[in-house]
């Protein structure tokens, strides 16, 4: 596992020192999280709304706070959007189903909502470097807190604490969801060991 994990790539590993400024910080994490945000929507345009959102928010909202604050900060903003952009496409696509897509006036049927592409868009581009396509196909089968805890704790670097910050919830509870993914991704990455 430690193979597809290097394999991501040097620009998904945190770089350890913190920068003096909002705006080096987000220009670090930048593509780091629109690969994050891409992995779980599987949609290019939705990921960089979620990003460009969270950036933004950081910015309006937290620009006083201490730079070691930024990072639980941020990735906590990304995850709730990103699970907000996740309800909103299920919702329409269930009032899409519901209603179909309905006629305007002169009877024509109007176009229905079609949810996102369904193909992962970083793999893709990547297809040149297996164990990143065998590592993100097996994260997407993860739960969603299961998944997130694992890509905030192992791949952007967060510790304990700060990954509870982001995700909402207790050092404790990301133990036990960091523990069940590592679980879970060394079995279905056995062949990269």
Same mark, same amino acid.
């Not at 910015?59 to 006083?64: A, I, L, Q």
């Not at 994260?139 to 993860?142: D, F, P, S």
């Given at each position: 596992m430690n @193979?597809? /994990?290097d394999a991501l790539g040097a620009d998904m590993v945190l770089d350890e020192a913190t920068p003096a400024t909002l705006d080096a910080f987000l220009a670090q994490v930048e593509r780091r999280a629109f $690969?994050?945000? &891409?992995? *779980? #929507? $599987?949609?290019r345009e939705d990921a960089m709304d979620a990003v460009q959102d969270a950036m933004l928010r950081l /910015?309006?909202?937290? $620009?006083?706070k201490p730079a070691a604050e930024w990072a639980p900060l941020f990735w906590g903003i990304l995850r709730r959007r990103v699970v907000d952009l996740q309800r909103r496409r299920k919702v329409r696509s269930i009032v899409v189903g519901w209603l179909g897509g309905g006629h305007d006036k002169d009877g024509d &049927?109007?176009?229905v909502w079609e949810p996102a592409d369904q193909n992962p868009g970083p793999l893709d581009r990547l297809h040149d470097v297996q164990s990143y396509a065998d590592m993100a196909a097996a /994260?997407? @089968? #993860?739960p969603r807190r299961q998944r997130e805890a694992f890509m905030l704790r192992m791949l952007e670097g967060l510790d304990g604490k700060e990954t509870a *910050?982001?995700?909402g919830c207790s050092e404790g509870s990301v133990k036990t969801h960091l523990s069940r993914a590592m679980h879970t991704l060394r079995d279905q990455l056995e062949n990269w060991r």
């Open positions: @193979t597809a /994990v $690969r994050m945000a &891409e992995m *779980q #929507l $599987r949609h /910015v309006k909202h937290y $620009r006083d &049927e109007l176009p /994260v997407n @089968t #993860l *910050q982001a995700m």
